[in-house]
C-alpha cells in the first residue's frame, strides 16, 4: 500500500508540535542562504567537516523548498547533518527549529549585487539553454536575454527582489534571546575572509576542529570556486539606477522594525 507521504508529514508535524525538544547529543545544522550568496562555497565548507552528512530536508530533495520535512527531521535525528534550503523563517519552521535542537546560519548578501549577480545567472541561462536555478523565486522568461540591461534589472527588482527582503525580515524577527538564533554571514564576509568566516561557522555549530586541517580545508574548498573577481563588492552600485535602488529601499520600507543595513540598504 502507497503511503500519502505529503499527508502523513501534515499529521506528523501536527503531533510534533505538541511534544518537548527531541534532545540529541548530534549535530543539526540548517545552512539558510539566499541565492548568489555564495552558498555552495559555505556548503562546501561545513560538508568539509569529517562528521557531517549533507542531507535534503524537504520531499523534492532539493533545496527550494519554503518549509522542511517533519518526517525527515525525525528520520534524522540520529545523524551528524547540514541542510541548504533558501527558507523563509516562517509557517512551522521556527518551532522546528527547536524541537530538532537546530543550528542556524543565514547567509546574505548586498540587495543591489544580487540584482546583478541573479542578471549574469539569467544570461548565462538563456544563452545555454539552461533553466534559471532558483524558478520559485523568478518565473523563466525567455524574452528575458532580448531586452535592455536597466529592463532586465527592472524585471528582477519587481519579480525576485521581494522574496529576499521577505526572506531576510523572518530571520531578522528572530529574537537574539531564542536559542535558535541564527549566525549571520555575509558573502563579502565569507568570500573576501574565508579561513575567519569558516572558524566562525564551526563555533557556532559546536564543531570541533584543528588549525591546519582547517586551513588545509578551506584553502582547497576556495581553489575550487568560480572567479568571485565577476562578482565583486560594489557592482549594483554602479549597474543600478538611482530609481531602481529606492524601488529595492522602498520595498524594504515596509518592515519598519527590520534594520536592513546588512544588505546594503
Known sequence: MQINTSVFSAH???????QETLHSEHQHI?????????SRTALALLEGHASLDHISLNETDSNLSESLDSLKLLLYQGRNWVAHHHVHCALTLPTQLKRFSIRTITLTRNLFDVCVSIRDHMLKAARHGGLVMFAHIIPHTPEFA???EQEQLDFII??????YVKFYASWHM???SQDYHPLWIDYDQLIGHPLETTRTMFAHCGLDYD????????????ERQP???VDRRGRGEESLTKLQKDKIRHLCCHYPAVDFS???V
Open 12 to 18: 506528523l508535524q501536527q503531533y510534533l508540535t505538541s
Open 30 to 38: 540548517l545552512l539558510a542562504c539566499m541565492p548568489k550568496s555564495a
Open 146 to 148: 532580448d531586452w535592455s
Open 158 to 163: 519587481v519579480m525576485a527582489i521581494p522574496w
Open 174 to 176: 528572530i529574537a537574539p
Open 211 to 222: 588549525v591546519e586541517s582547517l586551513s588545509c580545508l578551506v584553502a582547497t574548498v576556495m
Open 227 to 229: 572567479n568571485f573577481n
Open 262 to 264: 546588512r544588505l546594503g
